[in-house]
Structures are given as structure tokens and as C-alpha cells.
């Protein structure tokens, strides 16, 4: 199983970035497989990881935290194997490195109940 995630970079204050994860390894479209939910977290130097947004398998189920609630949007496409982040009204606490990561159902902010994790992209908002 592996989640490689791409598309961090340097943003300003009001713009948009767009992250990437693709999947591999494992059938990511299947009711039982590893990738069903897939989701987001960040982390910021010195603190703790965080949730950001899940999604279920079909998409019709997303969950955002409140910090990134109307500003950002997780999708998926599951014919490519890929989970994707848009991130608009960057903000500069939105700094972070980004980690994609997945887990069986049922979607969880927690991630020590995610089994998989990408290797994390870098987000820097500038003010």
C-alpha cells in the first residue's frame, strides 16, 4: 500500500493550491478496501497532527474541520486511485505539512485509526 501526495507548494494569503494523492497497491474502489475512506491531516511545527477532511469510498460522505469548513473541498477519483485537496482562501495558518491517509470504513478524524499514510507535502502560506 502506498499514498503519494504532491501538489504543496508556496501560496499566498486568498489564493489556492490544489494537493494530490495517489494510491497504489491495493483496489481502491472496493467496499472492502484499505483506501475506502481517505482523508487529510496536517501538521504544523510544534504541534500535533490534525484532522482536515475525509471522504467515503462513493464520495457522498465528506467531513471537514471547522478550521477549513467552506474553504476547502476533498474530492476523489476513483478511477485514477487519487484523493484530492482544493484548497482556496489560504490563510497563513494554513503553513502545514499535508499527509494523505486511508483506512477502512467508518470515517474517522483520529489518525492513529489510519493504517496508511503518504509521505506528507509542504504548504506554506504567505501573508
Known amino acids: 500500500v502506498q499514498l503519494q501526495a504532491s501538489g504543496g507548494g508556496l501560496g499566498q494569503a486568498g489564493g489556492s493550491l490544489r494537493l494530490s494523492c495517489e494510491a497504489s497497491?491495493?483496489?481502491?474502489?472496493?467496499?472492502?478496501?484499505?483506501?475506502?475512506?481517505m482523508g487529510w491531516f496536517r501538521q504544523a511545527p510544534g504541534k500535533e497532527r490534525e484532522f482536515v477532511a475525509a471522504?467515503?469510498?462513493?464520495?457522498?460522505?465528506?467531513d471537514y474541520a471547522d478550521s477549513v469548513k467552506g474553504r476547502f473541498t476533498i474530492s476523489r477519483v476513483n478511477t485514477k486511485s487519487t484523493v484530492y485537496l482544493q484548497m482556496n482562501s489560504l490563510k497563513p495558518e494554513d503553513t502545514a505539512v499535508y499527509y494523505c491517509?486511508?483506512?477502512?470504513?467508518?470515517?474517522?478524524?483520529?489518525?492513529?485509526?489510519?493504517?496508511?499514510w503518504g509521505q506528507g507535502t509542504q504548504v506554506t502560506v504567505s501573508s
Open positions: 491517509a486511508a483506512r477502512p470504513s467508518p470515517m474517522s478524524r483520529r489518525p492513529n485509526e489510519y493504517g496508511y
Open positions: 471522504i467515503s469510498l462513493s464520495g457522498g460522505s465528506t
Open positions: 497497491g491495493r483496489r481502491f474502489s472496493s467496499y472492502t478496501s484499505t483506501y475506502t475512506i
